[in-house]
């Protein structure tokens, strides 16, 4: 009997062993991750293809849309008979209440919030209504439908009729990218409401409340205290409500207290946003003078997560 | 006949060549899949869809579908989920390398026994992401973190028998 040869025939080669090509697309990905957390020098790619994926994002909000249209036409459908039963009623009794009236005036209550905020900050604001909810467990995203198109620029901030929502971090032709402020490491300069001491508040992460870092023991702050953006950052206007203080541990111990807050705005739940304008362009920075002695401050700027 | 039961093929049976076109439609519904604009409880859940069809093709058809073809979709995946870029990539290419490496024995179990083996290749895959992005810095995601990839597995014999029905020969005249 003839031995058959294991190795295949050098016509059906193909190409290197699955083991070779592995090793070669996990240093090429382990390249990658490197450089997009390090250095951020891919969004170009990311750019590119985010934009050739755009119409599919827009293809998938269709069964979401649909079904919100259909259930709008029942909702309609069911008011009419509401309207035509009230109405009846009114004959009757001369009540005045209207059905889908709270509604409308909820309605109203929300939009003219949103009017007063842009009538207070009166660069030019730019309302979105978010698309999706960022898919990646590792951090907190919102997706909004306004973008480049829209003049929206990373870096502005993005409140709801509450609150600070967040901050846009990417800018796509049609779509962009909005860090909440639970993000871990995402930072908001603040000022308590209440007695004015400042202080930053810090995200940190999925199902964690936010924080106030490095605050002394004996800081005037107390739970249920409002803290407002202090706008010394440049990013978010001074005088935007941010968060509650949840709860305040102060030991002994500790060099810093322990403070938790509670974000304000509907951070994972509100659908309509507005995208603020910059604020007006900050003074330079004063020149150092080479022999100072002065303490250095910290750094001046701060950095999304 | 053996088109209307809602079965996986019987080792006996054997498959018709499969289409590539069939194969690229269902990569591409797969990753629609995984766009859908979820949220709350639902997005925790979710399974990834689009890793699901690639380890079916991985396994059934490795010479067409296999590490490099992976690692280009998990790209494609990480830009429309906004993660780090190469996360997908490499947990695509893995996911795809070891089910060319276990394929023929997955295939001499019943489904669910199979769903069993996919479970522990989705869950390696989710442990690999989560490693990747905790040295990178990120926190610790939600518990429900681990759902996902077992969602997927409870979808293998679905999955399987969708995308085996194409390769069902029709049913001979022998058998009726």
Same mark, same amino acid.
């Given at each position: 009997?003839?031995?058959?040869?294991?190795?295949?025939?050098?016509?059906?080669?193909?190409?290197?062993?699955?083991?070779?090509?592995?090793?070669?697309?996990?240093?090429?990905?382990?390249?990658?991750?490197?450089?997009?957390?390090?250095?951020?020098?891919?969004?170009?790619?990311?750019?590119?293809?985010?934009?050739?994926?755009?119409?599919?994002?827009?293809?998938?909000?269709?069964?979401?849309?649909?079904?919100?249209?259909?259930?709008?036409?029942?909702?309609?459908?069911?008011?009419?008979?509401?309207?035509?039963?009230?109405?009846?009623?009114?004959?009757?009794?001369?009540?005045?209440?209207?059905?889908?009236?709270?509604?409308?005036?909820?309605?109203?209550?929300?939009?003219?919030?949103?009017?007063?905020?842009?009538?207070?900050?009166?660069?030019?604001?730019?309302?979105?209504?978010?698309?999706?909810?960022?898919?990646?467990?590792?951090?907190?995203?919102?997706?909004?439908?306004?973008?480049?198109?829209?003049?929206?620029?990373?870096?502005?901030?993005?409140?709801?009729?509450?609150?600070?929502?967040?901050?846009?971090?990417?800018?796509?032709?049609?779509?962009?990218?909005?860090?909440?402020?639970?993000?871990?490491?995402?930072?908001?300069?603040?000022?308590?409401?209440?007695?004015?001491?400042?202080?930053? @508040?810090?995200? *940190? /992460?999925?199902? +964690?409340?936010?924080?106030?870092?490095? !605050?002394?023991?004996? &800081?005037?702050?107390? %739970?249920?205290?409002?803290?407002?953006?202090?706008?010394?950052?440049?990013?978010?206007?001074?005088?935007?409500?941010?968060?509650?203080?949840?709860?305040?541990?102060?030991?002994?111990?500790?060099?810093?207290?322990?403070?938790?807050? @509670?974000?304000? *705005? /509907?951070?994972? +739940?509100?659908?309509?946003?507005?995208? !603020?304008?910059?604020? &007006?362009?900050?003074? %330079?920075?004063?020149?150092?003078?080479?022999?100072?002695?002065?303490?250095?401050?910290?750094?001046?700027?701060?950095?999304?997560? | 006949?053996?088109?209307?039961?809602?079965?996986?093929?019987?080792?006996?049976?054997?498959?018709?060549?499969?289409?590539?076109?069939?194969?690229?439609?269902?990569?591409?519904?797969?990753?629609?899949?995984?766009?859908?604009?979820?949220?709350?409880?639902?997005?925790?859940?979710?399974?990834?869809?689009?890793?699901?069809?690639?380890?079916?093709?991985?396994?059934?058809?490795?010479?067409?579908?296999?590490?490099?073809?992976?690692?280009?979709?998990?790209?494609?995946?990480?830009?429309?989920?906004?993660?780090?870029?190469?996360?997908?990539?490499?947990?695509?290419?893995?996911?795809?390398?070891?089910?060319?490496?276990?394929?023929?024995?997955?295939?001499?179990?019943?489904?669910?026994?199979?769903?069993?083996?996919?479970?522990?290749?989705?869950?390696?895959?989710?442990?690999?992401?989560?490693?990747?992005?905790?040295?990178?810095?990120?926190?610790?995601?939600?518990?429900?973190?681990?759902?996902?990839?077992?969602?997927?597995?409870?979808?293998?014999?679905?999955?399987?028998?969708?995308?085996?029905?194409?390769?069902?020969?029709?049913?001979?005249?022998?058998?009726?």
């Amino acid at each position: 009997m003839r031995h058959i040869s294991v190795e295949p025939p050098p016509f059906f080669h193909r190409g290197p062993s699955p083991l070779v090509r592995l090793a070669f697309f996990a240093l090429l990905s382990l390249a990658l991750l490197f450089a997009d957390t390090r250095y951020r020098y891919l969004e170009n790619i990311r750019h590119v293809v985010a934009t050739l994926i755009y119409p599919l994002q827009l293809v998938v909000q269709l069964p979401g849309q649909a079904l919100s249209y259909v259930g709008s036409y029942f909702y309609s459908q069911k008011t009419l008979s509401d309207d035509n039963a009230d109405l009846k009623q009114r004959l009757l009794t001369e009540g005045p209440a209207v059905q889908g009236y709270s509604a409308l005036e909820q309605e109203n209550a929300r939009l003219r919030a949103l009017l007063a905020v842009e009538q207070r900050f009166h660069a030019a604001a730019i309302a979105a209504e978010v698309m999706y909810s960022g898919r990646d467990p590792f951090t907190q995203k919102l997706f909004v439908d306004k973008g480049e198109a829209a003049g929206v620029i990373p870096g502005q901030a993005v409140i709801d009729e509450v609150g600070v929502v967040g901050q846009v971090t990417r800018v796509f032709p049609y779509m962009s990218e909005v860090t909440l402020v639970t993000d871990k490491d995402h930072a908001v300069p603040v000022r308590v409401e209440r007695s004015g001491v400042r202080s930053v @508040m810090y995200g *940190a /992460g999925t199902g +964690r409340l936010p924080e106030l870092r490095f !605050l002394s023991p004996n &800081a005037e702050i107390q %739970p249920g205290d409002r803290l407002v953006t202090s706008g010394i950052d440049g990013t978010y206007p001074a005088g935007l409500a941010v968060a509650q203080v949840a709860s305040v541990e102060r030991e002994t111990g500790q060099m810093f207290a322990r403070v938790t807050c @509670m974000p304000l *705005a /509907g951070v994972e +739940r509100s659908s309509l946003v507005l995208i !603020l304008g910059r604020a &007006a362009v900050l003074a %330079p920075r004063p020149e150092e003078p080479a022999d100072s002695d002065a303490p250095r401050k910290g750094r001046g700027k701060r950095k999304a997560g | 006949m053996a088109q209307l039961t809602f079965a996986p093929a019987r080792p006996e049976e054997i498959l018709l060549p499969v289409k590539s076109w069939f194969v690229v439609l269902t990569l591409a519904i797969g990753f629609l899949c995984n766009l859908l604009p979820l949220s709350g409880a639902a997005l925790a859940v979710r399974p990834d869809f689009l890793a699901l069809v690639l380890l079916y093709w991985c396994i059934r058809e490795p010479r067409l579908i296999s590490v490099g073809i992976a690692w280009c979709l998990g790209l494609l995946m990480d830009v429309a989920d906004a993660t780090v870029l190469g996360q997908h990539a490499l947990a695509y290419a893995v996911l795809a390398y070891a089910a060319e490496y276990f394929r023929r024995r997955v295939l001499r179990f019943p489904l669910w026994q199979q769903a069993a083996q996919v479970a522990v290749l989705l869950v390696l895959c989710a442990g690999l992401v989560l490693l990747l992005r905790v040295v990178g810095g990120a926190p610790l995601p939600r518990w429900t973190y681990a759902v996902g990839p077992l969602t997927g597995a409870l979808l293998w014999p679905a999955v399987t028998v969708v995308l085996q029905w194409p390769q069902r020969p029709p049913a001979s005249p022998a058998e009726l």
